[in-house]
């Protein structure tokens, strides 16, 4: 069992950068994955980035490099990822998963653990 917590969210101007936290505990191992997504009300989970718990591997989706930034605290067994220059299109809730099994994999379903969801807002 893998228990997951996401926080940071809030309300955001456009252009500024934010940073969320996944407080992560239970079964992960040096190898485990854990993704990040987002979801705006009506539309599909989208895919953003994942880490290996390990912190040695990290993956975005394409359209996600450059202004999304996935890391590891080891000390603080906490996933972040970090949104810059953040644009209203930003504004989703925003969810952190575990238990993929591989470093690239971005669909949702493959993920068995979730965290309940942090609520990101960015107005221009």
């Known amino acids: 069992q893998v228990r997951l917590k996401e926080s940071g969210g809030g309300l955001a101007q456009a252009g500024e950068t934010l940073r969320l936290s996944c407080a992560a505990s239970?079964?992960?191992?040096?190898?485990?994955?854990v993704g990040w997504f987002r979801q705006v009300s009506g539309k599909e989970r989208e895919y953003l980035a994942a880490?290996?718990?390990?912190?040695?591997?990290?993956y975005y989706a394409d359209s996600k490099k450059g202004r999304f930034t996935v890391s590891r605290d080891n000390a603080k067994d906490t996933v972040y990822l970090q949104i810059e220059d953040l644009r209203p299109d930003d504004t989703a809730v925003y969810y952190c998963?575990?238990?993929?099994?591989?470093?690239?994999?971005?669909?949702?379903?493959?993920?068995?653990?979730w965290g309940q969801g942090t609520h990101v807002t960015v107005s221009s």
């Open positions: 880490i290996r718990w390990s912190g040695d591997g990290m």
């Open positions: 998963a575990a238990g993929a099994s591989r470093l690239t994999t971005a669909v949702a379903r493959s993920y068995p653990y």
């Open positions: 239970g079964r992960l191992f040096s190898s485990s994955i």
